[in-house]
């Protein structure tokens, strides 16, 4: 199951049905865990990201598990925000990575916010450079700000499930949570108040897909889910199956031929 | 007839208990406070839920041409815009399929 390959291949064909507003997010914990990630310093993920054509990404703990500073590295080669509202430096107060990114697309503005779970500080070395903010405090105060730039706030959340549901009642005005942490499978978007929730499972398996719809008035209506298993019958996209090649060259893995 | 459409529940029945190889990463494959509850189907399945109806009006948006959608989930009317989202999580550095 899964693989940069065959995601890369959904996600074109996907991208191609020219109907919709289309947005790819990454909710963490990302970056580091598996050898070649480690290797590389987390570069195989955000140069796969990166040709897949990524919008956003939250940060979790893995993804701090090289530190602050290689992470601020990434963040500077990815094509596309690295995001967390409540990582902040332990000596200004200021958030070390971008809090939130508004995207404009077919005349709409999409305002996507990255929150960190407070574990993250348990991550080497965080706790002596950065602080993790209390989240939901973090985002009912940046809102307002966010709100008002935005026709829809998309708030991706490395909380977990159910703090996600209590976020969502806390904070009104939050329209979509997509979230990460518990490695949750939602089958069916759950609706807190009036915020979809949805997550999509772990290990890069699945891809998510949540369909909405929004009005003249920027209303949503109709949120669907559909769990897209990357199984061996999707082909791997050649692009991606030569740059993860690339990295295996040089950071040739252990075999059991070859321990 | 029956037994086509069980087909695909069997499959994620199969597949669900699929797991991915054991980490080889030199650190734990996960840090401290990580969770990890997940349920495990496979195939592609889809659904759809209603939104309680709303009761307060946000800035209105630019005129925006709705292009006819072709819902994966539902038929929306002309007059909307279909947003989709592609969404990833917790891939933990996988780059290769892991199980």
Redesign the interface.
Known sequence: MGGVARRATMIKRIRAEADTVFLLLDVGNTLFDQPLALQSEGRVVVEAMNAMGYDAMAVGMLDLAKGVEVLRQRAAEARFPILSANLVSKTDGKPILAPYVVIRRHGLRYGILGVTDPDAANAPGVRQVADVLDPVETVRKLLPELRSQSDVVIVISRLGLGEDRMLARAVPGIDIIVGGKTHDLLPVPEVVGKAIITQMGYDGKWLGRLDTYLDAESQLSKPGVEIIGLTPDVPDDPELVALVASWQQRFPQPTPANP | MIGRMLAPLLLVSI?SV?G?AP?????S?L??????????????????????P?TA????????GS????????V?PQ?????????????????????
């Open positions: 597949l699929v991915c980490n080889l990463a030199p650190t494959s840090l401290p406070g990580e969770q990890g509850t997940s349920m495990a189907p496979t195939a592609t399945l889809t659904y759809d839920v209603p939104l309680p709303p009006t946000r800035a209105t948006v630019a005129g925006q292009p006819q959608p072709q819902a994966s989930t539902a929306a007059s909307l815009t279909k947003l989709t989202i592609l969404h990833t999580n917790d891939s933990r550095g996988y780059v290769d399929p892991c199980g």
